[in-house]
């Protein structure tokens, strides 16, 4: 580690950008935080969140020892060496009565603190876990499954380029998403050349800047999206040379687009026709489009329709493959695992999308007598008890396991559920990183050095996990001797004797992870040893992508390429380039089973052709539509547990329009009542001219629970899984409909 006072390169870890960040630290603490110019994704561009970031470092939560439950539900601390070996017991204990299939896994990382998460694998091949979940299965999974649909990959999309820019359901300017966003956005709303189109139901900060706003009424995004698709057919603005050479038949769903009625679908909507036909002949007559989409479709209904529909914006008019459009690019290690087909949860029968049961589903899958249910849960990196929906339920099915252990840095909400929490260093004491896309056509890795020292007391959570693994019989130091022999003499030795040690040991390959710490890891010395599973991956990636691994300027082939990245990643703590593409390898890597875009899902587009006869939901006994986790400049995720960070709004309040809060009698800084059929809260609120009528938001990371100078335990805003429903979900992925959850709104006097 470097000297407290020079600038260290490390990253944020609010969202899924990481960008890239200098700090100076002193006597454990962030004192000074600005953008890393030599990153080369950020380029040294933040926006004001990450300057809070000592109150995530240092905070009156933080865990300083493994905790056990008494009987009587207090918490008291014990030794590492009995936490471990009770743990390992205890769950090797459910296995052994039940079969490790009943202990669910749940978390593994936030926004990047992905590690853990990896090494985790081990633990679970260990027990034999089958089932596991995580925060993406209440946002992405039907995203993902599209995805893999039409693709068989994720596509990024290039908006400094792009021509026109769209954003449905989201708002980049406190959400990002892609690459110094806010710069971008200025740039594009800046060039007479280019478009922005933003469909939302509320006025964001976004919509200001944009040249199409299509305010949309609440969760009715589906019929935007298939009206604007209609106009792009029915006008004959697709890419009819793009589709025959890359796409497959499409026929029905034109037939299905041709029928739309236009005109009605915008009156549904509330969006005027004009302005749509003139938004979607935007997009057919532009050079370049990318597209976008974010949780205000995800968590709505029709939301994995509205993701199908909202790619078949920029397919049907070509725009894939090509600078400023929609390209596929490389990945470094996986964050989730891949699904096999038809894999359904064992209660419920729920589909499981990129391995992932979905969130709300996870209640049912416990609170019941069904043999198969879950009778434990590993939780790491996670809060399901405040952030997934119908916090009431959540809590009542965490208490009814027989076993729950908890990996985390704070006291959570969660961990206060456990029998056992095992407390993680910081996501800044800890070699760590985040296994999310790193841009197109460059790719950009970084890997965090540590910042400080762990906080006496805590591990960072490969060291649980490899400790975990020793306790559950999984491996013995003999076993490793000749990996460690091999590590001592360098990467070229190791990698052979690696390969060799996987293909002979099926029992070590199942633990793969924590066979690279315990050999590799130690190797490269005090504080590195996490860094082992990234020699991994780095190998990987170089098998599978070599060409783009040279083009990013790395030489050699084969296991010399990958130590070579290896090498590269942990020499440049700023971040480094680690695969460079061409735009038009993207159409290379479709990998469905023709090696073409797929255009027809049958099951949606069922769903597509029913909403014509689709009946608009009766509103009178909750005359409102809360959408609840609204992003603001005030909130991020709930590793701030501190509220004091923000600078205002700090109890997050309601915001709602000025004729309901005409016709409510209340004006911001009241207080009102906000009931739905899961529960009732009273917030404050404030007045906005961004919202329709009928529309009101609460912000996310609120309702923390968090002590006072005086040790006194409050509850800090609203916190709105309080208020939302698990049924309430999509019928293909299950992601919960927490921006459209049906409510009553009541002054209080």
């Not at 359901?169 to 710069?183: D, L, T």
């Not at 006869?613 to 590793?639: C, K, M, Q, V």
Request: proline share 5%; with cysteine; hydrophobic share 35%.
């Amino acid at each position: 580690m470097a000297n407290h006072g020079e600038w260290q390169s490390t990253s944020c870890i609010l969202c899924s950008i990481n960008c890239g960040l200098k700090v100076q630290t002193d006597d454990g603490h962030i004192v000074k935080i600005r953008g890393d110019k030599s990153n080369p994704r950020s380029r040294g561009y933040t926006c004001e969140k990450p300057a809070g970031l000592d109150h995530y470092q240092n905070h009156a939560d933080r865990l300083t020892s493994p905790l056990r439950r008494r009987k009587d539900g207090s918490f008291e601390a014990i030794d590492w060496d009995t936490a471990i070996e009770e743990v390992a017991g205890r769950l090797a204990g459910i296995r052994d009565n039940y079969g490790g299939e009943k202990i669910m896994y749940y978390g593994g990382g936030g926004q990047g603190n992905h590690l853990g998460g990896a090494y985790s694998s081990a633990t679970r091949r260990a027990l034999g876990m089958r089932y596991q979940s995580n925060a993406l299965a209440q946002e992405k999974t039907g995203e993902f499954w599209v995805e893999g649909q039409m693709f068989g990959g994720r596509p990024e999309p290039d908006f400094e380029h792009a021509e026109v820019s769209v954003f449905v359901g989201k708002n980049p300017w406190h959400s990002h998403g892609f690459e110094r966003a806010r710069v971008v956005l200025r740039e594009i709303a800046k060039d007479p050349e280019r478009s922005m189109i933003v469909i939302d139901p509320r006025r964001t900060e976004t919509a200001d800047l944009a040249d199409f706003f299509l305010q949309v009424r609440p969760g009715t995004d589906a019929f935007v999206l298939a009206a604007m698709l209609a106009v792009l057919i029915q006008e004959d603005r697709i890419d009819r040379e793009f589709l025959v050479a890359h796409a497959g038949d499409g026929g029905a769903l034109f037939n299905a687009l041709a029928s739309v009625d236009v005109g009605d679908y915008s009156e549904r909507a509330g969006v005027e026709e004009d302005l749509l036909r003139e938004a979607s002949r935007r997009i057919g007559r532009a050079g370049s489009v990318a597209v976008v989409e974010d949780l205000g479709i995800e968590m709505a209904p029709h939301s994995t329709l509205n993701s199908y529909l909202e790619k078949l914006l920029y397919v049907l008019t070509g725009n894939f493959g090509r600078a400023g459009t929609m390209n596929l690019g490389t990945h470094l290690g996986k964050l989730i695992g891949s699904s096999k087909p038809n894999q359904t949860s064992p209660v419920g029968g729920h589909r499981i999308i990129t391995s992932l049961i979905p969130c709300n589903a996870i209640p049912d899958e416990i609170l019941t007598e069904h043999p198969d249910r879950f009778r434990a849960m590993l939780i790491e990196s996670g809060n399901p008890v405040h952030s997934l929906a119908d916090s009431p339920r959540m809590r009542e099915a965490i208490d009814a396991l027989e076993l729950v252990v908890v990996i985390d840095v704070a006291m959570t909400e969660t961990a206060r559920h456990a029998d056992y929490i095992l407390p993680g260093a910081s996501q800044y004491e800890k070699v760590e990183t985040t296994f999310f896309g790193g841009g197109f056509p460059d790719h950009v890795f970084q890997l965090r050095q540590r910042l400080f020292e762990p906080l006496a007391g805590t591990l960072p959570e490969p060291e649980i996990h490899s400790r975990l693994c020793r306790a559950l019989d999984a491996f013995r130091d003999e076993d490793l001797v000749e990996l460690r022999e091999a590590a001592a003499e360098g990467l070229e030795k190791f990698g052979m004797v690696f390969v060799q040690t996987m293909g002979a040991r099926p029992e070590l390959a199942g633990i793969m992870p924590v066979v690279l710490y315990e050999t590799l890891g130690r190797a490269l010395g005090e504080g590195l040893e996490s860094a082992a599973l990234i020699w991994g991956a780095a190998q990987q990636l170089a098998a599978s992508n070599g060409d783009s691994v040279q083009r990013a300027g790395f030489e050699g082939d084969g296991a010399t390429l990958g130590n070579a990245l290896f090498e590269a990643i942990l020499a440049r703590p700023e971040g480094v380039v680690i695969t460079s593409d061409p735009y038009e390898v993207t159409l290379e890597r479709i990998q469905t089973d023709d090696g073409r875009i797929q255009l027809l899902i049958p099951e949606l587009l069922d769903e597509l052709v029913a909403l014509t006869d689709e009946a608009p939901p009766s509103n009178d006994a909750w005359p409102f539509i809360l959408a609840a986790g609204e992003r603001r400049g005030s909130t991020a995720n709930t590793i701030y547990r501190d509220p004091t960070w923000r600078k205002k709004d700090r109890e997050g309040a309601l915001r709602i329009s000025p004729g309901d809060a005409t016709r409510l009698g209340v004006a911001t800084g009241g207080r009102v009542r906000v009931t739905t059929k899961r529960g009732s809260l009273e917030t404050t609120i404030e007045v906005t001219d961004t919202l329709r009528d009928g529309h009101v938001t609460l912000p996310n990371g609120m309702g923390l629970e968090y002590p006072d100078e005086n040790g006194k335990r409050t509850v800090h805003g609203t916190p709105p899984n309080e208020l939302t429903s698990s049924e309430d979900r999509d019928w293909v992925a299950g992601t919960p409909w927490h921006k459209h959850v049906r409510a009553r709104v009541e002054a209080v006097a």
